[in-house]
């Protein structure tokens, strides 16, 4: 049974600690309804799925009590909708989130991102970013377009990344990523034996059937992409899966390049389920790390370059496997 006293309290300080409210007495002659599609027609310039989102966290009541989205509205009822700002309004809050550095000038910061932290605020993930992280570390980013941003990792990828602290820097990074002059070197270990070294050129789009994924064929708006590979050694894991270490190099940077063009060779990354690897030797995200970055250096027009050490856990799945001499 919930907890009506407590929702109650909620609801109550919740409406404390915000001013405006919108109050709406419904006639005599409303039908009864549910709240939510009440909303629906009192507010339309809302989605319904925002309305329910508000009504859902204590942002609306009726009688001044706490409501939910199915509860059945009444001719006379009286509700008093708190409006609440969008998610993509309020996500460049500055957040104390955990994040290494490998190094930091006046002009750049050297991220060592790890896995499972997402880099920008999106659908799904508004909070709880690198981006938030770098806000909250470093307040002057707020003033840098995309908090300085140039490039980013997918959330289950770990390694470095390059942000821009001033607005020359970023523009200075953007154009050596549109240069293809930056190296962006991973290590990856995928499923099989891939051939000795080649070049994967295949324009990568977004998957008309399974929006979540990318694909080299048929895709939706796909750009050109081009990851050059050297498989460095093999073997074998388990009861003989055939596994390899691979080395990556970016020539362009599309969303989940060197995932989708090794799967494409028919050979995924181990644990990433999206395009067809296995969490075998309990790789539990894609065993994909950044682990090299070189540029020039905005100020000292200077190349600078980075390595990364492995992740714990691709370090752990990486020793469990029987390598070939």
Same mark, same amino acid.
């Given at each position: ?9 909620? %609801? ?16 005599? %002659? ?38 939910? =989205? ?56 508004? =909070? ?29 990828? =770990? ?15 953007? *154009? ?22 080649? /070049? ?27 990851? !050059?590979?050297?498989?460095? *050694? ?8 055939? /596994? =390899? ?18 799967? %494409? ?23 994909? !790390? ?17 390595? %990364? ?17």
């Amino acid at each position: 049974m919930p907890d009506t006293n407590t929702d109650k309290k909620l %609801s109550a300080e919740l409406a404390g600690s915000r001013a405006e409210a919108r109050v709406f007495k419904l006639p005599i %002659s409303a039908e009864p309804e549910r709240l939510d599609k009440t909303l629906a027609r009192l507010i339309p310039e809302h989605s319904r799925s925002r309305l329910q989102s508000w009504i859902e966290g204590g942002h609306v009541q009726v009688n001044n009590e706490a409501v939910r =989205s199915r509860q059945t509205v009444y001719p006379g009822d009286v509700i008093t909708v708190w409006e609440q700002a969008a998610p993509e309004e309020t996500a460049y809050e500055p957040e104390n989130i955990d994040f290494p550095v490998v190094k930091e000038t006046d002009h750049w910061i050297i991220v060592n991102k790890p896995a499972g932290l997402v880099t920008h605020p999106g659908a799904g993930n508004w =909070s709880g970013t690198l981006l938030n992280g770098l806000l909250f570390r470093y307040p002057e980013l707020k003033g840098v377009a995309r908090a300085g941003i140039v490039h980013r990792l997918d959330k289950d990828t =770990s390694g470095l990344m390059v942000v821009a602290r001033t607005d020359i820097a970023q523009t200075h990074l953007v *154009r050596q990523l549109q240069e293809r002059s930056v190296k962006r070197e991973y290590l990856a270990l995928v499923h099989g034996f891939p051939d000795a070294a080649g /070049v994967i050129n295949a324009p990568v789009g977004r998957d008309a059937r399974v929006p979540v994924r990318m694909t080299t064929v048929n895709g939706i708006a796909a750009r050109e992409a081009i990851t !050059h590979f050297e498989c460095i *050694r093999k073997g074998l894991a388990g009861r003989g899966v055939a /596994v =390899s270490e691979v080395i990556c190099r970016l020539q362009t940077g599309r969303t989940h390049q060197i995932r989708v063009h090794m799967a %494409s060779l028919k050979h995924p990354l181990l644990g990433d389920e999206i395009y067809g690897g296995k969490p075998i030797l309990d790789a539990s995200r894609q065993m994909l !790390h950044a682990r090299a970055l070189a540029f020039i250096d905005p100020h000292s027009e200077r190349l600078v370059e980075f390595e %990364s050490e492995l992740p714990e856990d691709f370090e752990a799945v990486r020793q469990q496997i029987q390598w070939k001499k």
